[in-house]
């Protein structure tokens, strides 16, 4: 491809591994910004001191790269604000007390079924200063209303650092909020608050209070508030209030790209905003006048939509489009891509491991390479079979190149995303388009009638459509296992037999041949280094489940309403997917079983037990009302372990007396699943 022989190429490859290099190895920071000095000088002394022979080009390019690898890796160290003193988290103790956190509310999210939630800026811990991101969850059943952007609180809350996952295989929702630069939550009550009287002033707050103030002329006029949520996700990129259930239909009908805003909604307002300013005069004044305003109009609307990785992606990349627009000059758009990419990575080098981030750059990057490829396979002779046929092939192109990571993320694919795409992608630019007119007109305090009508009836017939499709669940492939090993070696079969139909040969071929035995390697691997024995004690609010796993087949214990349910529970469900196991065996929980060569005595709240049993580990749920002590006169188990059924005043008794005994204590509601291998 001539696109790489573009110096940005590598120069935006060397400065990624950068961004992973520091990432996954945690080097001093000092020690990296030494070598990017020398680097730096050795670069500036090739480039601009030596003379030009081919040599010193060879050193120049070479000092470039590296340069580029230390910039990328000392990004990462310069947005790791925990390395400041005075972040928060360097002011928190390891007890359960309350602190006094001063706050000023940044963004609303989405809520949780008991809690409202805001990211918020530290600005004092306990009256001293501090600052950093938190993550703030107010009860639902409080008075308080929802809290503007820019609001400054006193809160008396309990603050919890992030934790890693309570359940094997579970969403690591802390790395997460870690990649988001938010270390902690904090949970309060609405008695507990305090609204200050100042309020903190910017870009965020006004554009906030513009989207409110849309919000709420929609709502005078009685828009219907399912169809409105799904309308503000559409144009204002704001998904705090969708249900469920309309969010699970478009994942399930392969649409959930259309509720994040994308370059779609922004080519729709780059082609709204040059229609507006056509009568503008293409003089250099004139054309000077409409690419400002279209980079304005851009800008403006990516702030208003939240700024979203895959927002300024696309505000990024249809910017650079309008200003080549403007110099008349054809774009390039590998080379637009790279730019846009290395320019936000170069501002927020955590984008990089944001799902969203990956997912955007990779579908426009295949719909880019792909799509023609599939085009060329078919050219119909009328206008509207080759609309239709360009939303197929960009769909496919789209599906091909996010599969591997979306399944490695989600472990479903949605079999009908083409028939969901070809119906409602044009039904779409309408809704944008109208969408666009409707709230624009809105933030002018003016709505019309007639046109808020047909916007809300034309995003009712679009639930029902994307309804209709996610109904037929046998096209829905649920639950696909898939590791690290796989996914890589899924992308490079696909690369390589792409590459191998653009320009068919030989060499090609052999390379598409060896990606398919590296997959078929990844698969043999997988299925025989996964012969493992282990019996887990699961992490589960007033429920006990306990699994046995012998290679592929798992038993599990618990009660009843387990049981049942037990294909439909989300943490049993994530260990066996994650661990291509299926559940073999359904029993009732027992007192007294054994794991390999341990002895497991199991201890609910009957309190039963025989003091000849003298278990090798013993498991307390339900809350027995039990005196260890004694217990230990006729027991010295190897370890005790309490799940997350028991009171938490019971466990703090026995994690006292287990101490005292200097018998090991595994709590699952403070350290997380217990693992017996």
């Known amino acids: 491809m001539k696109v790489l022989k573009f110096p940005l190429v590598k120069i935006s490859i060397c400065f990624v591994f950068g961004i992973l290099f520091s990432k996954y190895t945690e080097p001093f920071y000092l020690s990296i910004l030494v070598c990017l000095l020398v680097c730096f000088s050795a670069t500036f002394f090739c480039g601009f001191i030596l003379n030009k022979s081919k040599r010193n080009n060879l050193f120049f390019g070479i000092f470039s790269l590296l340069t580029s690898f230390f910039i990328g890796s000392f990004s990462i160290v310069l947005s790791n604000q925990t390395l400041n003193q005075n972040h928060y988290i360097h002011h928190l103790s390891l007890d359960d007390s309350k602190y006094i956190s001063e706050i000023i509310i940044t963004e609303r999210i989405k809520s949780t079924a008991k809690n409202e939630r805001y990211i918020a800026d530290v600005i004092a811990l306990n009256n001293k200063k501090s600052y950093g991101k938190i ?49 902690a939550q904090i949970y309060s009550n609405a008695n507990e608050i305090k609204i200050g ?26 828009f219907n508030k399912t169809e409105l949520s799904v309308v503000v996700a559409l144009i204002l990129g704001q998904q705090q209030d969708i249900s469920k259930d309309i969010i699970q239909d478009y994942q399930f009908a392969g649409a959930v790209h259309v509720l994040s805003v994308s370059g779609l909604h922004v080519g729709c307002i780059l082609l709204f905003i040059t229609f507006l300013l056509k009568p503008i005069p ?7 006048l409409k690419l400002i305003l279209v980079l304005i109009s851009l800008w403006s609307f990516g702030i208003l939509a939240g700024m979203a990785p895959s927002v300024l992606r696309s505000v990024t990349m249809f910017s650079f489009v309008a200003i080549g627009i403007f110099l008349r000059r054809s774009v390039n758009i590998y080379h637009t891509l790279l730019v846009s990419m290395f320019l936000i990575l170069l501002v927020q080098p955590l984008f990089l491991f944001d799902i969203g981030f990956q997912l955007s750059y990779l579908a426009l990057f295949f719909i880019v390479w792909l799509q023609p490829l599939f085009a060329s396979l078919w050219i119909p002779k009328y206008k509207i079979l080759n609309y239709f046929w360009e939303i197929i092939t960009v769909s496919f192109a789209a599906q091909i190149g996010t599969m591997p990571l979306s399944i490695y993320y989600f472990h479903q694919f949605p079999g009908l995303f083409f028939i969901t795409n070809l119906i409602i992608l044009p039904f779409l630019s309408f809704i944008l388009g109208s969408g666009v007119l409707v709230m624009s007109l809105a933030a002018f305090d003016f709505v019309w009638l007639p046109l808020l009508k047909l916007l809300e009836g034309s995003i009712f017939i679009l639930n029902k459509i994307i309804a209709w499709v996610a109904s037929f669940e046998n096209f829905i492939l649920k639950d696909i296992p898939l590791n690290n090993y796989m996914m890589w070696s899924s992308y490079l079969v696909i690369i390589s037999i792409i590459i191998w139909f653009k320009k068919p040969n030989f060499i090609k071929l052999a390379f598409s041949l060896i990606a398919i035995f590296v997959f078929q390697a990844s698969l043999f691997y997988t299925k025989y280094s996964n012969n493992k024995e282990e019996l887990i004690v699961f992490n589960k609010m007033k429920n006990t489940i306990i699994t046995e796993r012998f290679g592929n087949e798992i038993t599990l214990f618990s009660n009843d309403s387990i049981l049942k349910n037990a294909d439909e529970n989300l943490d049993i469900k994530s260990y066996l997917v994650a661990n291509y196991c299926k559940i073999k065996k359904k029993e009732q929980l027992s007192n007294l079983f054994y794991f390999k060569e341990n002895k497991i005595f199991l201890i609910d709240s009957s309190s039963v037990y025989f003091e000849t049993v003298r278990p090798d580990i013993l498991i307390l749920t339900q809350s027995p009302k039990l005196n260890l002590e004694r217990l230990f006169q006729s027991w010295k188990p190897k370890q005790v372990v309490a799940d997350a059924s028991n009171f938490k005043s019971y466990v703090k008794i026995w994690k006292t007396t287990c101490w005292k005994e200097k018998i090991p204590f595994h709590d699952t509601s403070e350290k997380g699943f217990y693992r017996l291998r």
Not at 164 to 179: A, I, R, S, T, V
Not at 282 to 288: H, Q, R
Request: proline share 2%; charged share 25%; no cysteine.
């Open 135 to 183: 993550l703030l969850n107010i009860r639902k059943n409080s008075t308080l209303s929802i809290l503007e952007i820019g609001t400054h609180l006193k809160v008396n809350g309990k603050i919890y650092l992030n934790k890693n996952p309570f359940n094997p295989n579970q969403f690591d929702y802390g790395k997460y909020l870690e990649n988001k630069q938010i270390y």
């Open 197 to 222: 009287s100042s309020i903190e002033k910017g870009v965020n707050r006004y554009f906030s209070k513009l989207r409110n103030k849309i919000i709420r002329n929609l709502e005078k006029n009685n």
């Open 282 to 288: 293409n003089s250099n004044k004139g054309s000077s």
